[in-house]
Structures are given as structure tokens and as C-alpha cells.
């Protein structure tokens, strides 16, 4: 616990003699303080991944005809909510987008919850069957979706769920990947002796869990609800067979949009604009918790 | 407070051939300090956790006050904890992991702010009860799971190692006020430990543990002065006892080229017609006399302690050529005039420091 990580102390007992320039590069990422050229790589990595957000601002500002000029347009223009209008008038982007909260913030929840009691029974308790019953659950991360599509069908019609939000959220409810996953992170992250101090002070397993197997598992459990929202807000192609465009999700609605004899792309940007912001804005309340939670685990670790 | 009473218990892990704790009988007086000590992998933990009830009791009986709780869970067993590695819960503060298995219980807010104000004015843990274990130091830790084992005020405390992630100055401060503690709340206290200095000074008794086997279960004072076999003889007391095996001659046994006296009836009885015997002697109860007489032994090395000298040798004279046993034999002397490594040093050993032991069972006759 009280290990001094490998060249976190280095700095103080560098030779004054050498230029900093050189101890920087040599040991740049241990030492702490970045460099010139990390600061570059940075920066054009940081580049790259935004531009595609930007070009869909750009191209969602303009129309099909702009964006066929040479060269393009690089900045964005006002019509940008000219097109946003046009996009909220052919689908129902509006409602979709408060369907996909609902099934992604459902789908988290229950996943989440779900994976967390799985993983927990599957790392701590002991059982008959423990192995059995886990080599199962992993196995049906090996079906193809598209395998399951048809009989899934079959069980939502029958239970006359076609078109209804249910019918996205309760296939997905819990996931082969995080049961594992969270399985992993508590063999590793909990141990044996905390729950057996929670049961000498007298906690039921439900309890235990609660409080001390939850507070545990946090940082593991934001970085599977951010997961799990970011896939259930992109998934598509079981949205596209249950819903339809009358009670879309996004990406269901964004299907529908500019679809004329030619495709207007200004007005898929501009939705598809409309339909990342929510994920967006999650990210940037979801992410600072996930970095804490992970700084936390390396100090304990 | 209450007693504590192993019946018969045992442990048998699937998958293994020999018991972890075989037929366990032991008997805990009402707040006394018992400890369990033997090497690792002895049962000694698993003792401690059967009594928990983290661990199942396969056959025989576990009472505490009289009261059977073989087939009880710990949270029925009203006793509380220390681990080993403390448990405490990381996401807690330290008034929050002291008053946790009060607020479980249902204790009302006030009374639990009491009780854990008053453990934390006994531990001098006032100023950290809003700090999370990770921002307490290895003897704060330690300390809040005492504390945490304290306020539940229990029949029974149970201690795992408690002291083993301490430094070693530490670890003797916190040694004396555990016991301390101990007396001064007169709980019934069970404390496992692998280090048999900690078991004499902290026990009102000490049972030694081999194999899952209980191999003597007295206060230190006994187990020093009449340890029942050679393994207890050998696990108590540091340096350890010196334990020779040799040839029974008229009046002793044969060590080397010199004869050790025994008296005659226990000769008789320890050798069991094999003609050997083992004895035992510690390395204090050992006297330097003029060469000639008594056991010559050459010294190997010479450890200064300041206040002791202790020499390692090995059991021969010069005459004879190389040692005539390879056994060590641990002296301690006066530490101003302590021999040089090389020289032949003749003992003899105090007559009523000396252990005699059938080589066979192992057992101690008197």
C-alpha cells in the first residue's frame, strides 16, 4: 500500500547537470510532465476524433448542392436550424429521442443492477452449479444476434408488444458481457474478508451487497452503465425490426430522414446532430465520475 | 462475556486427506485470553473461524455460554472480529464503520453515537472519525477495527493475526495495549497468531497447535517449563530448546564422547527399550565448566546481543576429529567473555532444566 510507484521520486535526484529538455523525453510519461511532442500527438489525436462531430455541424449547415462544391465548405452556417426544422418535420425526432432515453436509461439501469448481482454471485457466493451456470452466461455472448432475431420476434408479437418500447428495453435487460465483466472486476476488487466482516457484523447477503458490494463495484458499474447507454442508444437493427417510425428511436428516425429520390444530407446531419447530443451530454456528466473511479482502483490497487 | 467450549470439533476441507482441525477440545473460561499459536497451515485460523461461523464445523460441537451454536450464523453468535487485513470499509468514515453493526441491529442514533464515542475516547481515535480508512495510517487501521470490534460490546472477541501488517515497533506497542485492553473489559478473547513471542506475552493461556492437532494447551509459564512433547519444547521460547537424540548409556545418554546424566526411572521410561532417548534443554540453563567435565561442544558462531551472547555449535571435541552429531546446540552466555568461534566450551546442564522426551511418541516423561 505503501509502495512508491517506479519513478515517481526521479525527478528529485536527476543530476542538475542535465538539460531538462533530455530527462523530459527519456522518462517524459513517468516522470509526470509531458513534452512538446506528447502535447502534439495530443493535439492531432484530439483532432482527429473531433472531426467528424464537426463536419457533421458543417455539412448539417448547408445544403446538398454546398456540399458538393470544391472544395467544401469548412465552417458552419445558420442554416443549420433550417435544417434542424427540416429534420424535425420528416420524423418524429422529438419523440425519439425521449424513446431512446427511456430505453437506454432503462436498459443501463437494468443492466447495471442485473450484472452487478450476477457478478457478485458469480465471483463470491458459493453454489452448486457456479461454473456450469457461468460457462452458459458467456456462452451466449458466442449466438449471433441475428440468429435470436426471428424466434425474439415471434415471442414480442406474441405478447402483442410490436411497436411498444418494452419490446427494445426486455431483451437487453442484462447483458453475458457485463455479468462477466463485473464478475472480473469484483474477484479482484472485493475481498473475501470484507464480506465476512459484514457478516460477523451481522448483514444479510442482501445487505452486504448493498452496502459494501455496491460502493465497491461503483467505478466498474459507471464504466458499464456508460457502456451499456452508448450501445442501447446506437443499436439499431432490433429498434428497426420491433419499433416503427410512428414510436422510433434515434436511430430508427434517422433512417427515415432524407429519404427522397436524392438522399439530403444536410438533413441526416442535422438529425443525426440532434440525435448525438443527449449521448453527448451523459458522457460529460458520466466521465468525470468514470476517471474518478478508476484513479481510485489504481491507488487501492 | 461468556465461555467458549470446542467439543470434539473438526474440520475436513473436501479434497484432503488429513482434518484441518482434528477433533479440536478445548475450553475457554470466561474473559480469558486464550491463544491459538502454531506454525502455518496448523488450523489455527480455521479454529478461529469455525468458532466465527465463517467456516463449517463437519463434527462435534461448538458452545459459547453454554449455548450450542455449531449450525448458527455469525451474526447469532454475538461475538465480533478483528481481521487480519482489518476488513474496514474502504467507502465508510471510521464512526460509520464503528457503528455499523450497531445500525444493522436496529441501536437507536443517539445510543450509537455514544457507544462509538466512547471506543474512540479508549483507542484515541477522537480526531479521525470522519476520515475513511484510506487516509489512516497501518496502527489507526488496526486500531478502528478494534474499535469496531469494541463498541458491539460482545460475548466473545475473536482476533486473526491482528498484528501481523504492523511494523515491527508497532507491533510490540499495540501487543501490550491489546492485552491491556483485554483485561480492562475482561471479554473473552480468542487470538490466533503465528508468533509464539506474542502468544507468551499476551495469553492468560496458550494452546500450541500442529496439524490441526491440539498438542498442549497451558499458561505460558507451563508451556516453557514443561512442554508435553518435543514440538512444543522445540515451538516455545527463542532461541529455541536444544533437542538431542542419543544412545542410552549407564547413568544418561551418550551425546558425542561425553554422557549427559539422566535420572535412572526416566531413562528407563523415555528409551521404551529402543536404547535412545531425546532430551531437551534451553540454552539458558546451560552452564560453562571447567574442560573435562560435562558435554564439550565446538562453537560455530557467536551472536552478541549486548545483553546476552549466544553460541552455535555443534556437539564434539577436538579430540574426536569432526563433530560427532550435526544437531546445533544454541548456548547463551555472558556476553563480555563469550568463547571465539573454534574453541571447545564444556556445558552441563542444570539438573531441573532438563526435558526428557520418549524419541518414539515424542511425549515428555517426568
Sequence with gaps: MTTTLPGTGTTEVRPVDVPRGRARRGRGGRSGKAGPVTYTLLTLAALVSVFPLYWTVVAGSHTNAELAETPPPFLPSAGLFDNFAAALEQAPIGKAILNSVLVSGAITVGTVLFCTLAGFAFAKLQFRGRG??????????????????????????????????????????????????????????LPNELLEAGRMDGASTFRIFWSIVVPVARPAMAVLAMLTFLTAWNEFFWPLIALTTANPTVQVALAGLGSGYVPQQAVIMAGTLLGTLPVLIVFTILGKQIVGGIMQGAVKG | MATVTFDQATRSYP????????ALDLQIDDGEFL???????????????????????????????????????????????VFQSYALY????????????????????????????????ILDLQDYLDRRPRALSGGQRQRVAMGRAIVRSPQVFLMDEPLSNLDAKLRVQTRTQIAALQRRL????????????????MGDRVAVLKDGLLMQCDTPAALYERPANVFVAGFIG?????????????????????????????????????????????????ELVPPGEGVPVVVGVVEQLGSDAYLYGTVGDERSGAPLQTSDVVVRTEPRHAPEPGQTVWLRVREDALHVFDPVSQVRVD
Design chain 2, 15 to 22: 479434497k484432503t486427506d488429513r482434518p484441518a482441525v482434528d
Design chain 2, 238 to 286: 527463542s532461541p529455541a530448546m536444544n533437542v538431542l537424540t542419543g544412545e542410552v548409556v549407564d547413568g544418561g545418554v551418550r551425546l558425542g564422547t561425553a554422557v549427559l546424566p539422566v535420572p535412572r526411572d526416566r531413562l528407563a521410561r523415555a528409551s521404551g527399550g529402543t536404547g535412545r532417548v531425546t532430551v531437551g534443554f534451553r540454552p539458558e540453563c546451560l
Design chain 1, 132 to 189: 456450469v451456470l457461468l460457462a452458459l452466461v458467456i456462452g451466449t455472448m458466442m449466438v449471433p444476434t441475428q440468429l435470436s432475431v426471428i424466434p425474439l420476434f415471434m415471442m414480442i408479437a406474441e405478447l402483442q408488444w410490436v411497436n411498444q418500447l418494452q419490446a427494445v428495453i426486455l431483451p437487453t435487460l442484462v447483458s453475458a458481457f457485463g455479468v462477466f465483466f463485473m464478475r472480473q472486476y469484483l474477484i479482484s476488487a
Design chain 2, 90 to 121: 474502504p467507502h465508510m468514515t471510521v464512526e460509520q464503520n464503528m457503528g455499523f453493526a450497531l445500525r444493522l441491529a436496529g441501536v437507536a442514533k443517539s445510543e450509537i453515537a455514544r457507544r462509538v464515542a466512547e471506543a474512540a475516547a
Design chain 2, 186 to 201: 475482561g471479554t473473552t478473547t480468542v487470538y490466533v497468531t503465528h508468533d509464539q513471542v506474542e502468544a507468551m506475552t
Design chain 2, 35 to 81: 491463544v491459538l499459536v502454531g506454525p502455518s497451515g496448523c488450523g489455527k485460523s480455521t479454529s478461529l473461524r469455525m468458532l466465527a461461523g465463517l467456516e463449517e464445523v463437519d463434527s462435534g460441537a461448538i458452545r459459547i455460554g453454554g449455548r450450542d451454536v455449531t449450525d448458527s450464523p455469525p451474526k447469532d453468535r454475538d461475538i465480533a472480529m
